[in-house]
Every structure is written in structure tokens, then in C-alpha cells.
């Protein structure tokens, strides 16, 4: 399985500036103004605004964001670097098992209620009692309580230092005056979204969905006023609107961006791939057989040419991936251990590929195929890959650990492996 990263933006030089004032928070605009963005394609155009589900347009099209907010903001360019925002403060307690949020007392729902400790208690508590409504991977609770109208602590039932992103940075807090009647949070039809961001939906229709300015937001007034989202049946039309100045942000894949779009307006069309994941080759270990042998992983991984994947899997917009860590480079390497730094190649290495198969019984038979006792009864071929070896009698353990056998390539840090 290979775990794409997002692809980079398009966007034209005016867009970037208004992005830029709509995150600082503190720039108005007497002129209305409307971005046209689109971050996939592909997808049927259903009115359903529902956070908790991932099958929802509000996910597909990652417009969550537009409408709902966090109790805070991580910036994942700069590893460390956290914002307050719904929540002012934040502390932990009891070695970890304890945190207790300070809200923003001047924040209002866009149906004028006021936000308090008691729905971001109700919103944990959704996700706590509803495994389906867990989209941000919050770790199991003990208990959530609403101490006073702007505080909420939640207890968990182990530390979680580690997981202050899935709490507090991914999961979006609902009304409970609105939720408390929706009978399975997880799949609920969800038509108008009720949150505090900085839009609400102001038309939806199969082709177009359009959004303005929440009068009731904490932050101040955006500099855009309207946000369209229109359908996009597949990449070449998203290319072809960006490329025609139908589009003024876009999140595509987009090979030679140079010729069919930055040339066209190179004064104002430009494009940004910023380090945002990585990229991962998964092995299946889960029926055995060659994969399962940590050994054969270790030469998988020494014999991909990751310069090729670059090229061939991200348009040579990425430079190969330099280490196995897993880290996004070079955003978090400040993070990165010695022993990982510079561990894996540019390009195969096939003197590795035979010592570290010819070590674990592997040798090239007529067919040039690295096999181990093929002429087992129980042999089969590994697909896709020159290597036989004999069934196994029993699977790995599921807690195996994969082994360094990930490629390719990095995207301004972020890593393909």
C-alpha cells in the first residue's frame, strides 16, 4: 500500500496574500471578495456536513475546517509550535492521564448560543461512547467533566503526552444544543452545519457549494467573504479549471505544472509543496510467506531505486527519501536520531540485496530468482517480486514489526518510504 501525501497548492500570488490575512486574524476588507477552491475531485455532492463522519462531504472535501475548530491550532511546518484557539490554555496532571482546557469566553456557536466547557465535554463524550465517531484517534477516556462554563477536563485512562494533536488539533467541537438530538452522531445526515469558524454554508446544490462570513466569529472578519466549491469529476478537469483561471487554489497532482500552469500567468500563478506526511510503502505480512522475514524487507527496501519513485511517482517534484525514520525532513530534524540519519539510499544497492539475502539462505536459481528451498512442497512465488519461498506453517505475530522496507522520495521534507 502506498500512503500518498497531499499533492501541492496552486494558487495565484492574490490568494496567498489574502490566505495569509485570513490566518492572522486581524485584516478586514470593505470590498466582498470570493476564493474558488477545490482540494479533491471525484467526489458525488451530497449535503452533509457531519464532522464525525468520514464519508461525509465535509471530509471528502476537507471542509471542516471552513466551519468547525479545534481547542487548538498545531502549525506542522514548525514541530513544537502550538496556537491557542478555541481553548486559551491548556495543562496536564496526574502524570499525563489529566488534561484540563481554559476556553475563549467570547466565542458563540454561528446560531448566536455561546460556546462553553459543557459542549466540548459533549463532544469527547460522542467520541468516547461512539468507536464510529472517532475520526482523529482520541485514546480512550475515563471521564470528561465541564467543571465550570470555561473549563473542561478530560481524564483518560492512560498517559497521553503524546496525543495532544488527536485531542486537542484534529477533533472539532459541536454544539450539544444542536447534537443532542442526533441519534447516531457517526452517520447523521448533517444538512447545516452549526460550528465557530469563520464560515458558514450559504448555498449548496449537486455542482456548488458556497460559503460567507460567520457574523458571529471570535476571530474577526475574514478578508475573503465568499468560498465556492465546485464538483470536479476527475484530475484533468481540476487542471484544466486551475489552468483557465476558473480555480484560484487547488490541492491536485499536477505533472508538468511548469507548462500548463506557472507559464501561463508566471507573474502570478505559482505553486508550493509543502512538507505536510510522508509517504509509505507497506509490506503484507499477514499470510506469511517472504514478507513476514524481516531480512527480505531489509533487501526489498535496499533495492528500490528511490530517485525512480520520485520521478516516476511524484513528477520529480520530491527528492528521494534519506532515512528510515519516518520523520518529515526536514520540518522535525531537530527530532532525528544519528543511527537513521542518512541510513537509506538514493538509488538500489544490489551488493546489499545479495549479502543480505545470501545471509538468510536465499540464492538465485536458473531463473534468476533469489529462492529458498523451492523445492518444497509448500513453495509459491512471492508476487511481484524475484523471490520464492516455502508457506509457513503460521503466520507472524500481528505486533511484528514491519523492518525498514519503506521508499522513495521526500517532497521538500516530507518523505515518500
Known sequence: MLRKSAAGLALTSVVTLGLAACASGGTTTSTPTTLT??????????????????????AEMNLRTLTYEPLLEFNPLKPGVIYPWLAKSWTWSNGGKTLSFKLRQDVRWSDGQLLTASDVAFTFNIINAVPAANYSGVPPLAQVTATDPA???LNFKTPQYANLYAIAGSTYIVPQHIWQSVSNPATATIVTPISTGPYVLKKFSTRLATFTVNPYYWGGKPPVTNVKVPSLADNQAAIAALADGQLDWAGNDLPNIQTV????????????FPPGNTVTLWVNMGKGGPLADPVVRRAISAGIDRRQVARLGESGYENPATSSSGLILPNQQTYLAPQVTGDLPATGDAARVRKLLSSDGYSKD?????AKNRRSTGSRPLSGSPIWAPAPSTPPSAGEPAGPTR???????????
Do not use: C, I, K, Q
Open 37 to 58: 477552491e477545490e482540494s479533491n475531485v471525484g467526489v458525488t455532492f451530497t449535503r452533509n456536513f457531519n464532522p464525525f463522519d468520514t464519508n461525509s462531504l465535509a
Open 151 to 153: 473549563t473542561a477536563v
Open 261 to 272: 500552469y506557472v507559464s501561463r500567468n508566471s507573474a502570478h500563478n505559482h505553486y508550493w
Open 366 to 370: 536458473s531463473d534468476s530468482m533469489w
Open 407 to 417: 521508499s522513495s522520495s521526500t517532497r521538500a521534507g516530507s518523505t515518500t518510504r
